[in-house]
Antibody, heavy 119, light 109 residues
Framework: QEQLEQSGAEVKKPGASVKISCKASGNTVTDYYVHWVRQAPGQGLEWMGVTFPGSGTTTYAPKFQGRVTMTTDTSTSTVYMELSSLRSEDAAIYYC????????????WGQGTLVSVSS | SYVLTQPPAVSVAPGQTARITCGGDHIGSSSVHWYQQKPGQAPVLVVYDDSVRPSGIPERFSGSNSGNTATLTISRVEAGDEADYHCQVWDSVSDHPWVFGGGTKLTVL
């Protein structure tokens, strides 16, 4: 059974960075793409970017280019998403997700990580 | 980037049929996916590639896509269907390929 287990809630100050982990179990993490999606309070879902752990290839949404970095530790099957220069509008729940029934739909999701940004 | 438009809210009585739309320019030429999200939970895929149900999703959930509108239809609505529903497409020519609609809150009266 595929599972994506994310790290716990974070509280950060404006200007700081946050690094969230997403540990995959059930399948080899290098076999598929891992995406990051966020959801601000009361808002819709927002795609941030994707990484292919098998090669390290990444594609970031233009909005986050320059502030986001997605990496993988293949030895622990863990994917990381780091967002820098945090501002108040980055307060959100961050999800990792991956395809499973086709290349473009997200069949598996992590449980989400709440990031709060406050001075 | 590509824009998907959903109504903010839809209401339906139990046992009736709910239809949630997702509008986009020539969306009929793309594959549309739908997610159900209950409060405090991660989204769950309920329909993919316009009309395919993943394993475990009730037959009451169905989808269609044509022209500029995709539709998620929930038949014989139950109280447990109350949730937010999000549509999503993959825009192969965009620098922001994965796009979500704004989400629709389904209320069961």
């Amino acid at each position: 059974q595929e599972q994506l287990e994310q790290s716990g809630a974070e509280v950060k100050k404006p200007g700081a960075s946050v690094k969230i982990s997403c540990k995959a179990s059930g399948n080899t993490v290098t076999d598929y793409y891992v995406h990051w999606v966020r959801q601000a309070p009361g808002q819709g879902l927002e795609w941030m970017g994707v990484t292919f752990p098998g090669s390290g290839t990444t594609t970031y949404a233009p909005k986050f280019q320059g502030r986001v970095t997605m990496t993988t530790d293949t030895s622990t099957s863990t994917v990381y998403m780091e967002l820098s220069s945090l501002r108040s509008e980055d307060a959100a729940i961050y999800y990792c997700a991956r395809p499973g029934v086709g290349p473009t739909a997200f069949a598996y999701w992590g449980q989400g990580t709440l990031v709060s940004v406050s001075s | 980037s590509y824009v998907l438009t959903q109504p903010p809210a839809v209401s339906v009585a139990p046992g009736q049929t709910a239809r949630i739309t997702c509008g986009g320019d020539h969306i009929g030429s793309s594959s549309v996916h739908w997610y159900q999200q209950k409060p405090g939970q991660a989204p769950v895929l309920v329909v993919y590639d316009d009309s395919v149900r993943p394993s475990g999703i009730p037959e009451r959930f169905s989808g269609s896509n044509s022209g500029n509108t995709a539709t998620l239809t929930i038949s014989r609505v139950e109280a447990g269907d109350e949730a937010d529903y999000h549509c999503q497409v993959w825009d192969s020519v965009s620098d922001h390929p994965w796009v979500f609609g704004g989400g629709t809150k389904l209320t069961v009266l």
